[in-house]
């Protein structure tokens, strides 16, 4: 399994570096600072869902709420924070707290439907994916929240008494620490080989004794804390709470992990491959966009990366 996580983390920087390469010819502007900073932060945030996603992946299962939960997450957030909604603002610790809390609430009651209801995964995070939305619209009304508690009214925060341009990339310092951490879980602890087990066969795990129903409900709750975590850092980011943020990112966050060489059938898989799968499809985004490709063939381009990815690894598992 080792070196079949290595071939495939190899083969995805491989393209990663071909696609870096065909859209810096055909742009002299992709490498440019400002584009290189955009694209980094989209990858920051499509990376953190795809961690969460390659968990519960892993797992055997599929989570296509992170999108909502991201969206649930930046708005509460900023609900708390905001003058305007008849209460006084929270401080700015406890309120990105509690927009952490709302994402991870989110995920671990879809680890109670998958778990204990024994809800079919795809149904169960479905149903949660329109909730989450529909009470971010409710909480913000349908419009931006702009009018935050300092210094979350101020652009890119580059008020924080952080290091100069450091609170710029703090998504992406977020997600590679997140990154270090989830695949140090994976391979150094019991908890990591329980996922594995489990996505490689639920009976047998069962059999094992293994503790399914508790391992199902800790990937499903990671998944939305990192989806809450992602939604507070675009509030950091971008200064405002908006319900209609993460749509269409649970999608991204599903070919990340393919495109990195996470299974869909579960059991195989890393947490470097779904970052790197990550910067492929915002590089990709990005560069279509640079070269003046239509929005709507860039999202077209996406669907099919993502149906080639997945063939690649049906070939793959056959044996070529």
Known sequence: MTRLLRSTTAGVLLVLALEVAV???????????????????TMSFIGLLALGQSVVILSGGIDLSVGSLLGLSNVVAAWLLSPDFGHAPWPAAPGVAAGILAGTAGGLLNGLLVAGLRIPPFIATLGMLSAARGVAYWLSGGLPIQRLAEPFGRPDLTAL????????YLPTVAVLVATLLLETTLRRTRTGRHLYALGGSEAAARLSGLPVGRTK????????????VAGTLTLFQYGAGDSRAGVGFELDAVAACVIGGVSLAGGVGNAVGPLVGALITASLQSGLIMVRVEPQLVHIATGVV???????????????
Do not use: M, Q
């Open 23 to 41: 859209f810096s010819i055909l742009s002299p502007h992709f490498l440019s600072a400002a584009n290189v900073r955009d694209t980094l932060l």
């Open 161 to 168: 008494p952080l290091l100069p341009g450091l609170a710029l």
């Open 217 to 228: 409900l800790l990937a499903y709750g990671l998944s939305g804390l990192l989806a809450g």
């Open 306 to 320: 993502i149906v080639a990815a997945v063939a690649l690894e049906r070939w793959r598992r056959r044996g070529g």
